[in-house]
């Protein structure tokens, strides 16, 4: 029998290609053994956490985004509605990725964020942030309204009066777990008249915006 082998010129291309998908093929007897090519240890997937924060860095840059634009009518019911409901998510995204709690306070005349921090005596206190960007004190126009609802009641809860930044207390807080107190707040206008909205938050941080039973 002729044993000979022929030769077959390949292109350098489909060479690359072969070992790409079988790695290199080593002849024992008649019969190929196919060795598999090796990985890259640097190729490995995302994991599941660091797919979960990139969607949270991701979010958090579209709501920078979109804060950052004026929206011109600011005294527009359904514009302060979906604002504060974008900068609550934002501050549910940030308390996760900082691993710090965060919380949302009522004023008189609008809202303001703050987070838990440790002094250098390991005492926590709630911080209102003054010089954020984005999560700064917001004052609501004349005629905007917005109130806290109290879940059972339906009824409106009145905000109390702040003296001093160091009684701030959060009515809604946001943990570094991604849990928040569930709520329900109305933002309508401030002469009672017009179309209102709702924001509901549920415990397990999803946050949507209704008006007439609609959610959006």
Same mark, same amino acid.
């Given at each position: ?37 090796? !990985? ?11 797919? /979960?924060?990139?969607?949270? /860095? ?25 604002? $504060? ?36 005596? &390991?005492? &926590? ?10 999560? !700064?004190?917001?004052? $609501? ?14 009824? &409106? ?38 179309? &209102?909205?709702? /924001? ?17």
């Amino acid at each position: 029998m002729d044993n000979r082998v022929e030769m077959v010129s390949t292109p350098i291309s489909e060479i690359g290609i072969c070992k790409k998908l079988f790695g290199n093929l080593r002849r024992r007897g008649d019969d190929p053994i196919v060795v598999p090519a090796r !990985r890259n240890g640097n190729n490995a997937g995302f994991t599941l956490l660091e797919l /979960i924060v990139v969607i949270a /860095i991701v979010g958090i840059a579209g709501t920078m985004a979109m804060m950052s634009f004026d929206f011109g009518g600011s005294n527009n019911v359904r514009v302060e509605a979906k604002r $504060l409901v974008s900068l609550i998510r934002l501050a549910i995204d940030e308390s996760i990725i900082q691993g710090s709690d965060m919380g949302l306070e009522f004023t008189p005349d609008g809202y303001r964020f703050l987070r838990f921090e440790y002094d250098g005596q &390991g005492i &926590g206190n709630w911080r209102v942030l003054e010089t954020e960007s984005v999560l !700064r004190p917001r004052t $609501l126009p004349e005629t905007v309204a917005l109130t806290p609802i109290d879940p059972d009641s339906g009824a &409106g809860v009145q905000i109390p009066t702040l003296e001093d930044n160091d009684s701030s207390q959060p009515r809604i807080v946001f943990l570094s777990s991604g849990e928040i107190t569930p709520f329900q707040l109305s933002v309508s206008d401030g002469g009672g008249e017009g179309k &209102g909205y709702r /924001i509901v938050g549920e415990w397990d941080g999803s946050v949507v915006l209704k008006t007439h039973g609609m959610e959006n």
